[in-house]
């Protein structure tokens, strides 16, 4: 079982940024796939950003230019860097990691934009 904890969310005007974390309880290496979904109230789960295990990352496209999802396979953690942050990216975050079949996800962290 892998245990994944998200940090790193929290109020922040339009405009603004935030870095999420998600700190892994086993190594993430650059052979996993890495991601960030979000889910807003209402509306369903929503695949934010990935990493891919050769390293090439795809946004949502309401997040491009905005976003950027890295890993930092010495501290096993992966990262979103928001900038520019609007109300619609409100939401809770959640970090998704896979160990070959398995994925695993965070609790999540809420995000909210205020106008």
């Known amino acids: 079982q892998v245990q994944l904890v998200e940090s790193g969310g929290g109020f922040v005007q339009a405009g603004g940024s935030l870095r999420l974390s998600c700190v892994a309880s086993?190594?993430?290496?650059?052979?996993?796939?890495v991601a960030w979904y979000r889910q807003a109230p209402g509306k369903q789960r929503e695949l934010v950003a990935r990493?891919?295990?050769?390293?090439?990352?795809d946004y949502l496209d309401s997040v491009k230019g905005r976003f950027a999802i890295s890993r930092d396979i010495t501290k096993n953690s992966a990262y979103l860097q928001m900038n520019g942050l609007i109300p619609d990216d409100t939401a809770i975050y959640l970090c998704?990691?896979?160990?070959?079949?398995?994925?695993?996800w965070g609790q999540g962290t809420q995000v909210t934009v205020s106008s």
């Open positions: 990493l891919t295990p050769g390293g090439s990352a």
């Open positions: 086993r190594r993430i290496s650059i052979n996993n796939h």
């Open positions: 998704n990691v896979a160990y070959g079949r398995v994925s695993y």
